[in-house]
């Protein structure tokens, strides 16, 4: 190997384990001792903290440092990087593992300062489809939150809402100082949301991390709640599905659809079928309404009977008010 291929190759054994005897890392790099220790030396001036360890089996350990390495990253692009790393590793793009891997060789290097904003973005990533254009909230924000959530302390914060435009700009509202026992910060469609304890309403919210201004610091400790569920990402799903303690759909049906089980399937989402027969299947839906549940059954273009519960059959009867209503309606022109 040319010199500088065994520097990258030594690098990498060093940040793959903790420690490395000496006589290893020779056998591994078909070198001699004396090269290890030279090249060892080279590392050193590139930047990289590489510390002697003692004993009968001495060698060579790699440590944060107190500057960045060479050809790494600055501290911001270290917590992007962190961020998109922890991201993909739920993403089921196969490459769970690698992603793993990769975020334990950066942290490794890291100088603390960095570290410990490393390791306070921890976040959970729940699917939502249909969601908006993706709202940005700065790192700054998250890191605050973060670390309100890992050290139980109260927070505060002024919470915008759109003005009049609908907008976050000049003409928004601000709402009323909030006080809150944070919980966890979960990452959604490119959104982020704070679950917290509202101490004002005394009720669990969901604050978009994006509308949230931080305030100094209470050092107030709190005794973590238990959020509805036990499960975050559970509880940030049901809230998107409309429902109030995160549980799930607030309305949720049963009825018989006239078309066999595996024509339905395919448009079935996250409803359960049941096949009755060739040509009928029990289907249970839910949605964020029952006026809603019973316009989504719509799209079967089928008979259907055996409606429950009597709410979603109240709400086909208020449906067919509508459509009777809208075929007599006159024409735009």
Known sequence: MTTTSRLLKLLSLLQSRRDWPGAVLADRLQISHRTVRRDVDRLREMGYRIEATMGPDGGYRLDAGSELPPLLFDDDQVVALAVALQAATVTGAGIEEAALRALTTVRQVMPSRVRQRLDAIAFTTVPRPGDGPAASASPEVLIAL??????????????????????????????????????????????????????DVEDWRLFRADRITPRALTRLAFAPREIPGGDAAAFVAGRFMGSEDGSGWPCVGTVVLHLPAEAVLPFAGDGVVEALGPDRCRYTAGSWSWVALAASLGRFDADIDAVEPRELGEAFAQLAGRFATARGAPAVS
């Open 146 to 199: 973060s670390s309100a959530v890992r050290a139980h302390e109260v927070l505060r914060f002024d919470y915008a809402t759109p003005g009049a435009s609908g907008g976050l700009g000049p003409d928004a509202d601000v709402a009323r100082p909030r006080r809150v026992e944070p919980h966890h910060l979960v990452a959604s469609q490119g959104r982020w949301y704070l679950v917290a304890w509202d101490l």
